[in-house]
């Protein structure tokens, strides 16, 4: 059999790793890590590692649709042409808008900005980048000039002490924690973790310091002053390389270590070690992500952090310097672009002298923006209030994603004309729109991305893509030549648009992002692309290993960097009665955003499959909630409901629930309902870890754990559905009898057929009801009901959906669990290998003794390596347990 083999970059988050896809002759793909590829040499996290589970998509989009109808291409694009230039000239070019997204790649993000900006005139672009990473492209221009990460993830290999804020970097960027692991362990690496949380990135660290969430600035103001006080500060380096030192000295003054402490709510002990190994190291990394940016004062965070890096020198260096994590896998490739509202093109400002003019003649378009555009939540506020009267989503899912999500739901249902391109219509996002075209998405079209190191990659395509989808770049210059703009539009081919855009980038020689050298790549140049960093300047393809700002030269027009004074700002949520924890969102483990893509994959969901909320113990006491209830949390009239996980590494008083979940895949979980719009004045990025809410317990009547083969909503008050092999998952609850539970199991069942068999085992006095339904044989559904929480092996009852079974299997699934099995599984550990804790207790128990010996003989942690700190746990557990 023939097999095809394309190198790619992966889809989901911004470490950017490169992938080695191969397709057979049966069209069976397998995914491997590239070991050539600089972010991840060959390694990849489970995440990427089932990026081939998601190819085929059952309700996939393949024509376009008007008013719920397939329509021919032609119409569509009509369709959306005339509207959009309808509506421009009736209400002027701002009455049109572009919500883009960090999933698209640079030839699509080009053009898209070109026709928002060069011919219809204004600068209503903006993408779901801005909820991610616009906070450390606001403290980048203002250090440097430009938006310029000066780190490279080789610094991770070289520095002496790496300090992590407000990034879980084990979960949300797992190969650059292994790596970081990796040095840990060759060179003694230490690693400081700054997080209101105690997360799986603490279990790696030398010391956590559980800051109280929003206050970094005043930590890092300490460590100026502090910087300043033990004459660590480089002198020579600020006078000769930077500008404002002491304006921003004098508002760090303010900070001693009793202030800070008292902002921080850190123990002075633990600040001052953090201050002194800082000041000791010189080989020191900040890498940092939405902790920081996700925030009111982002911008300030950013800065705070930088200015400690000018004042020691440590930038550009092996080993030094800060590093902003993205969480996209173009959302560089994007900002870089332009496609955001505050920026003109590939780094040129709306309020340069002559870069609007020089880029419109560049174009030779009609007209330019002059001003800034609506920031995603502007964007969304003007689609309210009517200024923004139709609207193109591309890749993204606002209605999820954004804060205030109510608002934006409800903005969106009446904004007179919404286009929406995606590779499915189910998208709560793509159900408000009135055009949907069907985009093709990743391994299925060709384009490039920009990681977190400034390293550009090719997305490549390797299947045809299915039915009529199309590349967003093509739909965007279709909808342009239907416009009337033709001859701006006119491209071969995305090789074609990337000459041009980086023909833009050094058009005037004046940018440190300069990509000359792709602005002659012909197309066997584009085919073999290798993953290359910027600046590419003309003539310097391969370009040489180089460190950004080693010189000391930065892009302001002086060449000098900014100090930036940032007085602590806290966050605007206020506790009162009523709202009396501060809520913070971020990923799960194995989730990617909203789900429409990971949410897919049965053995993503097996690490976690529901909403949930982690509570400290104390404050789970004074509310009575136990672990496993169900908790009511309240904003207003939004309300969630979440699984309890009672949990010492929260806070008091603060509560964590994961931001993906929808309508798609539970009943009451859109945690960005509950968060405010509250903004950064500089960035507009929202402040999405410190929301004030109310919670309480929801008083269940009874809890529920279901599988079954039909694709089904169960009529509850919760419930959570994610996949599993041949059917679903369901866990379910309500505050409601069940009365008739064998009439809730049928629907539950989907069709029910005469021949269907059932097996029930009910006890009414303890309010236990367990159920299957077999078909020919089958099991096609279960269903387990009780008062309390249900407690069945569910990777064991999820392993027998649509298997044929024998009587003892039949009573071993009544039961809830494989009593016969001397390896019972347990609670899944590793995702990549399908490993749970039951096994790996058999290992120990085998005399294995260390987190490899695991790996080796039951493949636990032996592939993105995410989990090795859940075997170490079990290890150490062991341990304690032969110490008694
Ligand atoms: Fe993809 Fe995982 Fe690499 Fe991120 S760390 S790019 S999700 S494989």
């Known amino acids: ?61 393949l024509r376009p649709r008007m008013a719920g109808r397939d329509v021919a291409w032609a119409a569509a694009l009509g369709e959306v042409a005339a509207r959009f230039t309808a509506t421009i000239a009736e209400h002027g070019p701002e009455s049109v808008a572009f919500y883009v997204s960090g999933q698209l790649s640079t030839e ?3 053009v898209a900005n070109k026709l928002m900006k060069g011919y219809v005139g204004a600068a209503n672009i903006d993408t779901n980048s801005r909820l991610c990473m616009a906070s450390s492209v606001a403290g980048h221009k203002r250090a440097f000039g430009e938006d310029i990460v000066p780190g490279v993830y080789g610094d991770l290999d070289q520095a002496d002490l790496v300090v992590l804020v407000g990034s879980n970097l084990a979960w949300c960027h797992p190969v650059l924690h292994q790596r970081l692991v990796a040095a840990r362990a060759t060179r003694g690496t230490r690693v400081v973790v700054i997080d209101p949380r105690a997360t799986a990135t603490c279990d790696d660290a030398d010391l956590h310091l559980a800051i109280a969430p929003g206050s970094d600035v005043a930590l890092f103001n300490g460590l100026l002053r502090f910087l300043d006080d033990a004459q660590f500060c480089h002198r020579d380096y600020i006078a000769a390389h930077t500008r404002d030192f002491d304006a921003a000295l004098s508002i760090a003054r303010d900070y001693d270590i009793e202030t800070v402490c008292d902002i921080t709510q850190l123990a002075r002990d633990d600040v001052m070690q953090f201050y002194h190994w800082f000041a000791a190291n010189a080989r020191t990394v900040t890498a940092y992500s939405q902790g920081v940016n996700q925030s009111r004062a982002g911008t300030d965070k950013v800065n705070a952090i930088i200015n400690c890096h000018l004042a020691t020198a440590r930038i550009g260096l092996p080993g030094a310097g800060p590093l902003s994590l993205t969480g996209q896998p173009n959302a560089m490739g994007g900002r870089e672009v332009g496609g955001m509202a505050n920026t003109l093109v590939a780094h040129r400002e709306f309020d340069e002298p002559g870069a609007a003019a020089r880029v419109q003649a560049f174009w030779n378009s009609p007209r330019i923006a002059s001003r800034a555009g609506l920031k995603a939540v502007e964007m969304f506020e003007a689609v309210a209030d009517g200024r923004v009267k139709a609207l193109w989503i591309m890749a993204t899912n606002p209605l999820v994603s954004l804060p205030d999500s109510g608002a934006v739901a409800a903005a969106l249902a009446q904004c007179p004309f919404v286009v929406v391109s995606d590779i499915s219509a189910e998208s709560v996002t793509a159900q408000a729109a ?107 393809m391969p370009r040489p290993e180089r460190r950004l700002f080693a010189d000391g030269n930065y892009a302001h027009a002086d060449g000098r960097a900014r100090f930036v004074a940032t007085p602590y700002r806290a966050p605007l949520a206020r506790r009162d009665k009523q709202h009396a924890f501060v809520l913070n969102s971020g990923r799960m483990r194995d989730q990617w955003h909203t789900l429409t893509r990971s949410g897919r994959v049965a053995r993503l969901a097996n690490h976690t499959a529901e909403p949930y909320v982690d509570v400290h113990p104390d ?176 990777d064991f009852v999820n392993s027998l959906l649509g298997v044929v079974i024998t009587p003892a299997q039949r009573m071993a699934l009544l039961a809830g669990r494989d009593q016969d099995a001397c390896d019972e599984q347990g609670a899944l550990v590793c995702s ?52 008694h």
Not at 37 to 60: F, I, V, W, Y
Not at 452 to 477: K, L, N, T, Y
Not at 857 to 870: E, H, K, L, P
């Open 1 to 61: 059999m023939n097999m095809r083999t394309t190198k790619t970059t992966c889809a989901y988050c911004g470490v950017g790793c490169g992938m080695l896809v191969s397709v057979n002759d049966d069209g069976a793909v397998t995914i491997a890590g590239d070991p050539t590829h600089p972010a991840n040499q060959g390694r990849l996290c489970a995440k990427g590692a089932s990026l081939g589970e998601t190819l085929s998509h059952p309700r996939r989009l």
């Open 108 to 110: 699509d993000y080009y």
């Open 434 to 540: 009135h055009v949907v075209l069907p985009a093709a998405g990743w391994g299925e079209k060709d384009g490039t991305v920009t990681n977190s190191e400034r390293r550009i990659s090719r997305q490549r395509a390797f299947v045809a893509a299915p039915g009529e989808a199309r590349p967003d770049w093509w739909m965007v210059c279709e909808v342009a030549k239907r416009m009337g703009h033709g001859a701006g539009f006119d491209y071969a081919g995305p090789a074609d648009i990337l000459r041009e855009y980086a023909a833009l980038t050094c058009l005037d020689g004046t940018r440190v992002l300069d990509l000359g050298a792709l602005a002659s790549l012909d197309a066997r140049g584009y085919e073999e692309f290798t993953p290359q960093q910027w600046p590419l300047p003309a003539g310097c």
């Open 619 to 794: 404050d789970a006491q004074r509310l009575g909630l136990n672990l496993a209830d169900i908790a009511e949390l309240r904003r207003g009239a939004q309300r969630v409901l979440a699984r309890v996980r009672v949990t010492a590494a929260q806070a008091p008083g603060t509560l964590f629930v994961p931001m993906h979940f929808s309508a798609a895949h539970a009943s009451s979980a859109l945690i960005n309902g509950l968060i405010a719009a509250v903004t950064d004045p500089l960035s507009g990025q929202p402040e999405s870890k410190a929301a004030t809410v109310a919670m309480q317990r929801y008083g269940a009547a009874w809890y529920g754990y279901a599988i079954t083969a039909a694709t089904v909503t169960p009529d509850c008050a919760y419930w959570a559905r994610m996949p599993c092999e041949g059917g679903w998952r369901i866990e379910c609850a309500d505050s409601r009898a069940l009365d008739d539970i064998d009439a809730w199991f049928a629907r539950l069942c989907g069709d029910v057929t005469a021949q269907d068999e059932w097996v029930v085992y009910r006890d009414d006095a303890r309010g236990a009801w367990r159920g299957l339904s077999l078909r020919e044989g089958r099991v096609h559904a279960a269903l387990y009901v009780a008062r309390e929480p249900v407690s069945v092996a569910r």
């Open 832 to 883: 990549c290998r399908q490993v749970g804790a039951g096994r790996i207790r058999a290992a120990m128990q085998a005399g294995h003794a260390s987190v490899s010996a695991i790996a080796n003989v039951t493949g636990a942690g032996s592939q993105c390596g995410g989990c090795r700190i859940d075997v170490q746990k079990l290890l150490d557990a062991r341990l304690t347990e032969l110490a």
